[in-house]
């Protein structure tokens, strides 16, 4: 290494850096161009043209400012009937007419949302009018002016919707709820002995928590190696997971209609960030002093690891025979042959007590736990099935091809929802005579198969994209056909298909609200039906739907960026257009 300058830049010097770099780069002049469109005003030179740029600013802002009066005076006159000046000298909270408080800072902040959007809406179009940017583009301008101000008024209509109109009460009071369902929820918080219980005199039940939180562990464990096996800034990651874990515990520690012990629940959120920060330290340290191959064996571990994980997640959830026998060998005595003494306080089970006896049946999942299983069976499951399906469909052996294209054919010929019906109704004739599966184990198999069939056709493209030399070299280094097709073919394929994987995972994701319509008591229908839960929440539907909404497109365009970031780390991304459009 001699010769070789060896000094590391600091995590934080080196974000503050690319920060400062940005910052430098940024050219408002382009930004202006990329939004409203070229300038067409033969008057403006240059560096008349970058004043125009900040004046044009500063009008905006000045309408927007007025705007902004405008709005708190209408604000208060729909709240109150009282001018902007007492809305500003006063520090009450505001009365609706059906007897809801909105306070202070929801009003201006609603106000202060809606200037800014306002603001933008007057910039863009200012900028067009002065610097007759329809000279050069009439469409351009008239999308741009268009754009600013539908973002204007959808920006205005939903903060008003989640500051000012929504009764959010109906959220938090059954926030557990939705995250897991009534008959997990009883199990999980209404247990005698359990931390989670706020009253221990009115708890019943076995405490099976652990079940989720171990699951939960292990994930966390997963999520902070992934990421420190990437190359990006660490400080990026530990200043990002730190907000995430911040506005988890935030909202589930809310004190509005809580169910169970925050406290716990916040001891328990702190053990997931350790574990995820120390895990994360490890796996960066152990990447930035190994080889390349090194790092990518580490990869794979990683994700067989992650398959595990939703394995373990069905055995703990509900062990079979032998986990309970392993559990009774290690001294657990089943806790339902004492659960009289438990719901009486008088006994306390262990662990290994809990493992030994009956665990959460499938019947009894519910809410958002059921929507990650159900997607993570269509994206583990099915990403197998989908292998094995692709290299049937290309075999020359008709034992093999036949049957792949038949399943692949005639799964895709129908609807999702059709499947569905199928394996609630037909499903169990067929593997009666096999296992007695639950409902939602039926599940999901069907999603496993259902996404196995749309992932095979999208790797079947990839695998005719590889290189027929590709597959000549490894034959003449002496690999078989099965080692080909694993260790050449199919990350060749896998690799130039991924963004279309990843968007069957999406559509796999956003496609278990359809259980709802089998009765599966997921997340979105638990959210749907939140308002019949007390007579104090009858017609606070939407706020439950928007909250789903949010959910789910959280998730969806967390898989995108994820999908983005493995794309650029293997070199499919280029740079330069995208990121401005």
């Known amino acids: 290494m001699t010769g070789e300058d060896n000094t590391r830049v600091s995590p934080f010097k080196e974000f503050t850096n690319s920060f400062s770099d940005r910052l430098t780069n940024f050219s408002l002049v382009e930004f202006e161009e990329s939004v409203a469109g070229k300038s067409g005003a033969k008057f403006l030179d240059e560096n008349s043209n970058k004043i125009v740029s900040y004046a044009t600013i500063g009008l905006a802002v000045i309408i927007g400012l007025f705007g902004l009066e405008m709005q708190q005076h209408w604000l208060l006159e729909m709240l109150t009937s009282d001018g902007l000046l007492a809305m500003q000298a006063s520090t009450t909270d505001a009365v609706l007419t059906d007897g809801r408080v ?16 306002l603001i933008m809406a007057w910039w863009v179009t200012l900028t067009v009018l002065i610097k007759q940017t329809f000279r050069k583009s009439v469409s351009t301008a008239l999308l741009g002016i268009s754009t600013a101000w539908i973002i204007f008024i959808v920006t205005r209509g939903l903060s ?3 500051l000012i109109e929504a009764d959010w009460v109906v959220v938090w009071a059954n926030r557990d709820l939705v995250m897991m369902g009534q008959l997990m929820k009883e199990q999980m918080t209404q247990s005698p002995g359990s931390a989670m219980c706020i009253d221990t005199n009115d ?3 076995i405490n099976q928590n652990f079940r989720l939180w171990w ?5 966390c464990g997963l999520f902070g190696a992934a990421y420190g096996t990437s190359n990006k800034n660490p400080l990026k990651f530990v200043v990002g997971f730190g907000i995430l874990a911040g506005i988890i515990t935030l909202i589930a520690t809310n004190p509005t209609e809580v169910s169970y012990n925050t406290d716990v629940v916040t001891t328990k959120i702190l053990i997931c960030v350790a574990i995820t920060y120390a895990t994360f330290a490890a796996s960066f340290y152990y990447s ?27 055995i703990i959830m509900d062990p079979p025979q032998f986990v309970k026998k392993l559990a009774e060998l290690a001294g657990g005595n089943p806790a339902q042959s004492f659960s009289d003494e438990i719901i009486a306080g008088t006994a306390v089970p262990s662990t290994m007590d809990k493992l030994a006896g009956n665990g959460i049946e499938a019947s009894q999942w519910g809410g958002l736990f059921v929507n990650l299983i159900v997607a993570t069976a269509g994206c583990v499951l099915g990403f197998g ?9 290309q075999s020359e052996l008709p034992l093999f091809k036949v049957p792949s294209v038949m399943l692949i054919e005639l799964v895709r010929s129908g609807p999702l929802i059709c499947w569905l019906y199928f394996a609630v109704f037909m499903m169990p004739d067929l593997m009666d005579p096999f296992y007695d599966a639950e409902d939602i184990i039926r599940m999901l198999l069907m999603f496993g198969i259902f996404g196995g069939c749309y992932i095979a056709e999208v ?7 590889v290189d027929s030399g590709q597959k000549e070299a490894a034959m003449a280094l002496g690999l078989s056909p099965i080692q080909t097709k694993m260790t050449v073919e199919l990350p060749n394929a896998v690799r130039t298909t991924l963004p279309s994987i990843v968007s069957v995972f999406i559509g796999l994701w ?21 308002p019949n839960t007390d007579l104090r929440f009858l017609g606070d539907f939407l706020e439950p739907l928007y909250v789903t909404a949010i959910v789910f497109w959280v998730f969806a365009f967390y898989l995108s960026r994820l999908s983005m970031g493995i794309e650029k780390n293997l070199g499919l991304v280029k740079e330069g257009g995208g990121e401005m459009a």
């Not at 699951?215 to 994930?219: C, F, I, R, S």
């Not at 790797?459 to 994209?465: K, P």
């Open 102 to 117: 909105v306070s202070f800072s929801e009003s201006f902040l609603y106000s202060t949302i809606s200037a800014l959007a």
């Open 160 to 162: 008003h919707f989640f």
């Open 203 to 205: 708890c019943y039940g």
């Open 215 to 219: 699951t939960t562990y292990l994930t």
């Open 288 to 314: 930035s002093n190994s080889e390349e191959y090194i790092v990518n064996r580490l990869r794979s571990y990683l994700t067989i690891y992650a398959i595990s994980i939703f394995f373990f997640a069905l």
């Open 385 to 393: 099935i989908g292998v094995v399906l692709a290299f049937g469909r």
């Open 459 to 465: 790797l079947r493209g990839g695998l005719q994209a």
């Open 510 to 530: 956003k496609d278990t609200t359809l259980l709802f319509i089998v009765n599966i008591l997921d997340f979105f229908k638990l959210a749907k039906d939140l």
